[in-house]
């Protein structure tokens, strides 16, 4: 019975996990690590649980995070000869490198993320109430 939430549980840790990645995202996006070096997106990467598993490393059923890539597309770049970051020498002198980090893309995902660990906060209510209903048949 202490299984019957493990989906629900596990989908809704997932889905804040993802919701934390991308504000993280959209805050840092105009961020410049202490190198100079724009701040790069991050992406957490999901993976099904394995029933069959057991132990401390066993992680059920559901999904559960896997790692949190760092996202390794090219900077944006805007041309700013003057900025004191941008660009001395080589092909792209005078730019300046700009995060890589789409807003649009994490508006996009946040707003699954967040319609996910709805669907999921209503399927625990549900097994919730199911498991309710069955212990006042048996009452």
């Given amino acids: 019975m202490y299984g019957l939430l493990d989906i629900s549980t596990g989908g809704m840790i997932a889905q804040r996990a993802r919701l934390t990645a991308i ?9 410049v690590m202490p190198d100079g070096t724009p701040y790069r997106a991050r992406h957490v990467i999901l993976a099904p649980g ?10 059920g059923m559901g999904v559960h995070v896997a790692e949190v890539q ?8 805007r041309y700013d000869p003057d900025h004191p970051l941008a660009v001395k020498e080589g092909p792209q002198k005078g730019y300046v ?4 980090v789409n807003p649009v893309e994490e508006q996009v995902n946040a707003l699954q993320a967040s319609r996910s660990y709805e669907a999921n906060a209503a399927a625990a209510e549900s097994t919730k109430a199911m ?3 069955a212990l006042r048949l048996l009452a």
């Fill in 50 to 59: 394995d029933p069959s598993a057991h132990g401390k490393e066993a992680q």
């Fill in 70 to 77: 760092i996202d390794q597309r090219p900077f944006n770049l």
């Fill in 97 to 100: 490198r700009l995060s890589n």
């Fill in 23 to 31: 504000s993280a995202n959209i805050a840092n996006q105009h961020s």
């Fill in 131 to 133: 498991v309710a209903q």
